[in-house]
């Protein structure tokens, strides 16, 4: 069974870049697109993008500009990296396997338990 | 971005109760539509997927059903681990969109 945890530094300053990495345990990223979506009290569920191993990316346009997703199959693991970050990056930050079938569209599934990110002033 | 309206958005509910939560897209979504269940402080966990499957191990209690632009999660007899909230998503365009949620608390 898949099983997912994000990691990474829950406190981020103003200006600077956010880091966090997926791990991935139970099967190969090789094998499927990864994600990562973020949540917050006032926005909701928010889509961040896509990686894949090959290094193929989709991002949401509303952080296209800092954000950088990739892969490295030699530690199974994926990551994400936003810069210039305010407090509006403020969330809890999810990994989550992409689950796509041909004709029936792509599903999470399933979700790391999620990271808390503050960003700070 | 194709915009996803739950309603209600929260309920009161008793256990036993019939529940249905209705998804609508701003765009027609064929059968692109996927719904979660998150409890507090736990992730979403995926529920429906392709507007009407059952994901393994959901009970068969929780049922989706619609198609374009309607779409909704149906609870037939409601139990006490099901007060949480529901989340609907769609995987028909990109930027993956989300609903608000719906918050199903206790009566």
């Known amino acids: 069974q898949v099983h997912l945890q994000e990691s990474g530094p829950g406190l981020v300053k103003a200006s600077e870049t956010l880091s966090l990495t997926c791990t991935v345990s139970?099967?190969?990223?090789?094998?499927?697109?990864w994600s990562w979506i973020r949540q917050t009290p006032g926005k909701g569920l928010e889509w961040i993008g896509y990686v894949y191993y090959s290094g193929s990316t989709n991002y949401n346009p509303s952080l296209k500009s800092r954000l950088t997703l990739s892969a490295d199959t030699s530690k199974n693991q994926f990551s994400l990296r936003l810069t210039s970050v305010t407090a509006a990056d403020t969330a809890v930050y999810y990994c989550?396997?992409?689950?796509?079938?041909?004709?029936?569209?792509?599903?999470?599934?399933?979700w790391g338990q999620g990271t808390l990110v503050t960003v700070s002033s | 971005d194709i915009q996803m309206t739950q309603s209600p958005s929260s309920l009161s509910a008793s256990v036993g109760d019939r529940l249905t939560i209705t998804c609508r897209a701003s765009r027609n979504l064929s059968l692109y539509l996927n719904w979660y269940q998150q409890k507090p402080g736990k992730a979403p966990n995926l529920l429906i997927y392709?507007?009407?499957s059952l994901q393994g191990g959901v009970p068969s209690r929780f049922s989706g059903s619609g198609s374009g632009t309607n779409f909704t999660l149906t609870i037939s007899s409601l139990q006490p681990e099901d007060f949480a909230t529901y989340y609907c998503q769609q995987s028909y365009a990109f930027p993956r969109t989300f609903g608000l949620g719906t918050k199903v608390e206790i009566k």
């Open positions: 139970g099967g190969s990223i090789s094998d499927y697109y």
């Open positions: 392709a507007a009407s």
């Open positions: 989550a396997r992409i689950v796509t079938v041909r004709g029936r569209g792509n599903w999470f599934d399933p």
